[in-house]
């Protein structure tokens, strides 16, 4: 029997993890019905866009440059060893729309957004004002959930589109700057370069990364246990299923586009 | 009216309600009594849908309130939950006004804010508190916009959640006074629970108490102190000797 036992314990551990991902897909699927049923909130849909789109910009844009300018360093020191400095430009812009831009600026805002919608959520749970919205005839999956999945949906591309062009901008001062490329040319192969399917990708990722993050943040918070301790695990919790939920979506999307 | 039959609520091993029978009539305020941890939350909760119930019936006006139309039956509720559980990130005069702000009870702007500093004045608070947000006032004020906020819709049927926890005793006396004052002139059916006797005896006609998942003894609450339940009367009398077993 005792031989039996670490596969019992695997056999939990996966039964344990398809519940979670029911649970999480019920929670999903609920909330997105809440699309198509009024009432609707439109000033906390308001606010959520304020909240996660125009309140993140600067840690989106600062993150972006700076890793667009140490890309471009990468890229040059490393093609010198074959004499392929001039691709610099390129590499940049296809690093930066396809992957780092996207992904970046997810786990920028699962840092930022998810884990202040999980503390929020969680402490409204912990002192009984979910419960009090639900004895108002409010739904909180409609007032609270809805609003904020929805907001990050639509905005998030948009902050991956800023990200993206804040990235090669971030890349093209350091390429005009400290490594000698001109200008015009650096932003013309920049341009040249990108197709269409770059940059649509990059925006579908960001909608995919704007819905997780949410989500993550409102299911955790809505399922917190009581008391700091259930905010501050419910906070952790919701963090670290984001940002490793974005890195495998990052990995199926990035296949499901661009694998031959 | 509202009649609990047989109600039993259990979470996992643990059984919290055995079999409740209780019945409070129109217009009438009920007081639930009883130790922590025996259930009297997880008993309101049940009647207001936060927690279902493993069986058993919870009659309002004689239907099941599990087949009526949710919206139109929480629009009957008014709740003073035990921690305010106002919402922070609105100022007061909205936490009042919620409920006429949006859904089936929604006022225009100005009407609501008319009526949530009329409540306010009502219990007690001046109306430059309107614009302030929860955090900035004190417990027994957070307490005063609660009792707003559960009375701002004219509910029919109002429960508090440990209405005096926390507060000092004068404090908790107002809010006592403010109570009763405002369940009879709104004629609103009440029930409340607590374990703070000096409630007990301001706010309620009849009292239940409950003990080990049963309701042990009801009765009018002029009735309480000649009940003859070794239980109740260990209870209201604050004895550590009796057959109810204190943790040490």
């Not at chain 2, 009659?59 to 919206?71: A, I, K, M, S, T």
Request: charged share 15%; aromatic share 8%; with cysteine.
């Amino acid at each position: 029997m005792t031989a039996l036992k670490p596969l019992a314990a695997l056999g939990h551990a996966i039964l344990q993890l398809l519940a979670a991902i029911g649970r999480v897909a019920i929670f999903a699927a609920t909330s997105a019905s809440h699309v198509v049923r009024p009432p609707f909130y439109i000033k906390e849909f308001a606010y959520s866009l304020m909240a996660i789109g125009y309140f993140s910009l600067p840690v989106v844009g600062m993150t972006a440059f700076f890793t667009g300018g140490a890309l471009a360093l990468q890229i040059y020191s490393g093609g010198a060893r074959f004499s392929a400095e001039a691709v610099v430009p390129q590499i940049v812009a296809i690093g930066m729309v396809r992957e780092l831009g996207p992904v970046l600026v997810g786990l920028m805002i699962a840092a930022r957004v998810t884990s202040s919608i999980a503390a929020e959520i969680a402490t409204m749970k912990v002192t009984e004002q979910i419960d009090a919205l639900v004895t108002l005839s409010t739904n909180p999956a409609k007032y609270l959930t809805l609003p904020r999945v929805l907001a990050a949906t639509l905005v998030v591309p948009l902050l991956v589109g800023i990200g993206d062009i804040i990235g090669v901008a971030g890349g093209f001062a350091v390429g005009v700057g400290q490594l000698g490329f001109n200008p015009a040319t650096y932003l013309r192969n920049t341009v040249e370069f990108l197709e269409f399917s770059d940059i649509s990708s990059s925006l579908m990722k960001g909608a995919v990364f704007g819905f997780i993050a949410a989500m993550m943040g409102c299911y955790y918070g809505m399922n917190s246990g009581r008391g700091a301790q259930g905010v501050g695990k419910a906070t952790k919790s919701s963090v670290e299923a984001a940002a490793v939920l974005i890195l495998a979506a990052n990995f199926l999307l990035t296949n499901l586009f661009f694998s031959a | 009216m509202i009649e609990l039959v047989d109600l039993h609520k259990s979470f996992g091993d643990k059984v919290v309600l055995d079999g409740v029978n209780l019945s409070i009539a129109k217009g009438e305020s009920m007081v639930i009594i009883g130790g922590s941890g025996t259930g009297k939350s997880v008993l309101l909760k049940c009647i207001l849908g936060l927690i279902k119930p493993t069986s058993g019936q919870i009659l309002l006006d004689g239907q099941n309130v599990e087949r009526v139309e949710r919206d139109a039956f929480l629009a009957r509720f008014g709740m003073l939950f035990q921690g305010g559980a106002l919402f922070d990130s609105l100022p007061v005069w909205q936490n009042v006004a919620f409920r006429l702000l949006r859904g089936s009870l929604k006022r225009p702007r100005q009407e609501a804010r008319a009526i949530a500093i009329e409540k306010l004045r009502r219990v007690g608070l001046k109306p430059d508190v309107a614009d302030l947000y929860p955090a900035e006032l004190s417990g027994g004020m957070q307490k005063r916009v609660g009792l707003a906020r559960a009375i701002a819709a004219e509910p029919e049927i109002i429960f508090f959640d440990e209405p005096t926890t926390g507060l000092d005793p004068i404090m908790a006396g107002v809010i006592n006074e403010l109570i009763r004052e405002i369940v009879t002139e709104m004629g609103a059916t009440a029930m409340t629970i607590t374990h703070d006797m000096t409630s007990v005896r301001a706010i309620a006609d009849k009292v239940a108490m409950l003990h080990g998942g049963v309701i042990r003894w009801t009765g009018p609450v002029e009735q309480m102190d000649n009940s003859g339940d070794p239980y109740l009367d260990q209870f209201i009398h604050g004895r550590a000797e009796g057959p109810i077993e204190a943790v040490r």
